[in-house]
């Protein structure tokens, strides 16, 4: 079966995992344990990914550690590091994608996504000559694993179900996306840009 268009969730998959130690330097900035961070900062991703203010969502993530709103400065220094520990790219599935465009096939980014982090991406990457069409979860109001994202993104290439190839880290997104129909390679931290070429 031949694909024709290729969808790439970001996180994960053109991006390395979020270091390790990131997470520990955004719980310094509100000084606190880093065991005590993690669960505030992923309660309220949902919300953020599908376009909550980040002054809102960093807001929320300290009111659930018992800690009052971050000033100024704590706001700044925790987007900058949000946005260090998401922005690290694996060049080689940015490559695959060039190499994947350059053969006649259409290739759409997918992401849950939040502003700060997208408009760093957008300001190294140029998304949109290198993508057919990019869907982000903030732009949108929509989140994966909804499938209306998948369908959207769908339309925006022009592709169908059968035709597509979905790739993300995550298996309730590459589940929710079988639904449709399109084939799917849920992309373990052991997988590599291989895996992807013999998916295709």
Request: proline share 5%; glycine share 6%; aromatic share 8%.
């Amino acid at each position: 079966m031949r694909t024709r268009a290729l969808i790439l969730d970001y996180g994960e998959v053109l991006s390395y995992p979020q270091r390790p130690d990131a997470l520990d330097a955004m719980a310094g900035v509100l000084g606190i344990a880093p065991a005590d961070f993690a669960d505030a900062y992923w309660r309220g991703r949902h919300e953020y990914d599908c376009g909550m203010p980040a002054h809102e969502y960093w807001t929320r993530a300290a009111a659930w550690l018992g800690l009052p709103a971050p000033d100024d400065a704590q706001l700044s220094a925790l987007i900058a590091c949000d946005v260090a520990s998401w922005t690290e790219y694996r060049e080689d599935m940015w490559e695959l994608v060039r190499d994947f465009r350059a053969g006649g096939g259409r290739a759409a980014f997918l992401s849950n996504g939040v502003p700060e982090i997208m408009a760093r991406i957008r300001e190294d990457r140029a998304l949109e000559t290198r993508f057919d069409a990019v869907v982000v979860s903030c732009e949108v109001g929509l989140a994966k694993p909804d499938p209306a994202i998948y369908q959207l993104t769908l339309d925006r290439l022009g592709a169908a179900p059968v035709d597509t190839l979905f790739v993300d880290d995550r298996l309730v997104n590459t589940q929710a996306a079988e639904t449709l129909g399109i084939r799917t390679l849920t992309f373990a931290r052991s997988h590599t840009v291989e895996d992807v070429r013999r998916a295709l």
